[in-house]
């Protein structure tokens, strides 16, 4: 209804998304049999090319023409889903290019690439495999070679392809169904607490990790009694760090990838971060890499503006709710010690801040949580609040470069202790 709201108003359709049709989250897998062996596809990771974040399969079907099939040699299966196109991509590692795997922009009979092969032969089928039965499925079919013969796919909403042909077997062409799928890390299946090695089970390969750090600290900065407050773990920054995001429908992830000196201040170099009227890389002005530092003499959070050469205000806690800067009618401290859950957990003590730096930009709602950093924030290239709006799925914070989290670690406090072997018992074989 939302959605529709915001199409209305654009005095244009809101075109349908179908992301879920490919579940994406490190973990998830899915095994499939014929009857006679069986072959699993499971993501295995991640990869950050040209700003879009690809999610790494240990195999994939393979159809004559993309990457790793007929006569190719095998390619690490790298895909992602793009909501512009409303179509699923195959980066192809050769030409440093991506490739639609599948395309849901049309309808039946819909085609793409070369007019006699890629095509979606049928919509809204039922389909039934040995892991259940699957309705509203899309049938897609590919001929991208004249004499490769065809191949067929079957993808079911919240699940991914339930059927294919492989037809690279030595012993012959065979169709392949799905017999069972696990997911985690997605809004319904969150990683567990005590998944140390992230594999969506809390095991003993977990208790090894804890017990290969048992007893393991590290020190943590004191500060002079009687210091002003400071709040320099509301963003946690040391490289290596990042935070993965979702609006339901894509992913977005950010990392803290290097640090560099600039006036003998360190800040902490991220791939992206979310934009705000106001600061640079928004709108129409070019991408500005995000350089940020925690100011202890201000109680602020900085960005550096490399067209500028200054320091802007990013985040600052120095003031009670209410408390605004800059322009006097938008960036303001508006809520301090609020509650929030997001896939990722819940998170108490959180501060929000409001942006609204020009009259006619709207304004920017950002929530920090201690220990952790931005928890949700407002895509304002995505039309629509529902779809811009992004919520923390995941996230990996190192503590600080000098004192970083040991393995182990499941509760923050520095130290792997039986506080942590608690956690991990609480969540076993979850």
């Known amino acids: 209804m939302v959605l529709g709201f915001f199409g209305l108003i654009a005095g244009e359709a809101v075109a349908e998304n179908h992301g879920h049709y490919l579940p994406l989250a490190v973990g998830n897998s899915w095994t499939y049999t014929n009857g006679i062996e069986e072959r699993t596809f499971t993501i295995v990771g991640t990869r950050q090319i040209d700003g879009h974040v690809y999610y790494e399969f240990n195999d994939y079907a393979r159809v004559c023409g993309f990457p790793g099939s007929c006569w190719e040699s095998f390619q690490t299966p790298l895909l992602r889903y793009d909501p512009n196109s409303d179509a699923v991509l195959l980066y192809n590692l050769d030409d440093g290019k991506d490739m639609v795997r599948y395309d849901f922009s049309g309808e039946v009979g819909y085609r793409w690439w070369d007019g006699h092969g890629n095509d979606i032969s049928d919509i809204d089928i039922n389909c039934t ?124 992830t950010f ?114 949580a201690p220990n952790v950093g931005v928890l949700g924030f407002l895509d304002p290239s995505i039309e629509g609040f529902e779809t811009g709006r992004f919520g923390l799925r995941r996230y990996s914070i190192r503590g600080d470069p000098n004192h970083p989290y040991p393995a182990g670690d499941l509760n923050h406090d520095c130290r792997v202790d039986f506080l942590d072997l608690a956690i991990l018992a609480e969540h076993w074989q979850e």
């Not at 500028?308 to 009670?320: K, N, P, Q």
């Not at 609204?356 to 709207?362: E, H, L, P, R, Y």
Request: hydrophobic share 35%; with cysteine; aromatic share 16%.
């Open 129 to 252: 495999t040995p892991a259940g039965q699957f309705e509203d499925c899309y049938l897609f079919a590919f001929a991208i070679m004249v004499d490769s013969g065809v191949f067929r796919e079957t993808m079911a909403p919240n699940v991914g392809m339930v059927r294919f042909l492989d037809s690279f077997r030595e012993a012959g062409p065979s169709e392949f169904l799905l017999k069972s799928y696990r997911f985690c890390d997605d809004p319904d299946h969150p990683y567990a607490a005590g998944d140390l090695d992230y594999d969506c089970r809390v095991g003993l390969a977990d208790l090894k990790i804890l017990a290969e750090h048992w007893l393991e600290s590290t020190a943590v900065p004191s500060h002079e009694p009687n210091a002003p407050e400071i709040h320099r773990e509301y963003l946690p920054l040391a490289e290596g760090n990042y935070w993965i995001y979702s609006n339901g429908f894509q992913t977005r």
């Open 255 to 368: 990392t803290i990838v290097g640090t560099r000196r600039i006036n003998g201040q360190v800040y902490y170099e991220f791939d992206d971060y979310p934009r705000v009227c106001g600061f640079p890389g928004f709108g129409t002005e070019p991408f500005q890499v995000p350089l940020l530092r925690y100011d202890a003499d201000t109680d602020t959070v900085l960005l550096y503006n490399l067209a500028e050469g200054r320091d802007m205000v990013r985040y600052d806690f120095s003031g009670e709710p209410g408390y605004r800067w800059w322009d006097g009618y938008g960036n303001e401290l508006s809520a301090v010690d609020v509650d929030w859950t997001s896939q990722a957990g819940r998170f108490e003590a959180c501060y929000r801040f409001e942006f609204a730096i020009t009259v006619d930009c709207g304004v920017f709602t950002e929530t920090l």
